[in-house]
């Protein structure tokens, strides 16, 4: 039997950082049985779900990599923390914070942030996003950071910045397709790219146009 060579994928990442609380009121609730909750040491198959459900229209293949053994640490480390937003009970999506460098560095991490494909576009994402700048800023760090890339929402990119992120580096790097190696599933289309269904393409944060950036001469 033979092995299929995977293809590659060109993927364009954003760095962004924020190194000041956004002057702004709270996260707005929006209407209905809205609830965050922390998934303290949550179990493997939970936050299987919430990746893989989340990640999948956008190819999050990372962390589906990764066996038990290699993910369970991070899961129950004290310095990861996982947010899930519930709406009238159910799962929506999920924020998730790395602290591993706040203690030496004050700097935290928004590893990962997203909804549930059929909660997109009804206003919780600008909500789980400001939640969790908010939730961040309140363990005093220096500087709050997250990237993105060409293969997630088309809005990403423009939230993060109409949130008080700013770019500081972008990079690309060419990757195994992960359809190909099993890890995504075969049907699934790249959103930001021709032949994405336009469901892939709808705005969960209003006006969702990338904005023009500007690189610092610095780049961490």
């Excluded at 299929?4 to 707005?28: F, H, N, S």
């Excluded at 400001?130 to 005093?140: E, K, R």
């Excluded at 195994?176 to 336009?198: F, S």
């Amino acid at each position: 039997m033979t092995t299929k060579t995977p293809g590659k994928l060109e993927v364009t990442i954003t760095y962004l950082e924020m190194t000041r609380q956004p002057d702004r009121p709270a996260a707005v609730i929006p209407p209905g049985k809205v609830a965050i909750v922390r998934a303290e040491e949550p179990t493997l198959s939970f936050y299987r779900y919430l990746y893989n459900t989340v990640g999948e229209p956008w190819m999050w293949w990372f962390r589906r990599q990764l066996t038990d053994a290699e993910l369970e640490p991070i899961l129950s480390s004290p310095e990861n923390h996982v947010y899930v937003l519930y709406v009238g009970g159910v799962p929506t999506g999920f924020a998730e914070l790395s602290l591993i460098l706040l203690e030496d560095d004050r700097q935290i991490d928004l590893s990962y942030m997203g909804l549930i494909p059929e909660f997109i576009g009804k206003g919780y994402g600008k909500y789980l996003l400001n939640w969790a700048i908010d939730t961040a800023w309140s363990f005093s760090p220096q500087r709050l950071t997250v990237n993105t890339c060409s293969m997630d929402h088309p809005g990403a990119l423009g939230a993060y910045q109409r949130a008080g992120f700013t770019v500081y580096d972008q990079r690309t790097e060419i990757i195994d397709d992960p359809r190909d190696t099993g890890l995504i599933p075969a049907t699934v289309t790249v959103a930001n790219r021709p032949g994405a269904p336009e469901s892939q393409k709808d705005s969960e944060f209003g006006n969702s146009d990338t904005l023009i950036v500007d690189f610092p001469d610095r780049a961490r």
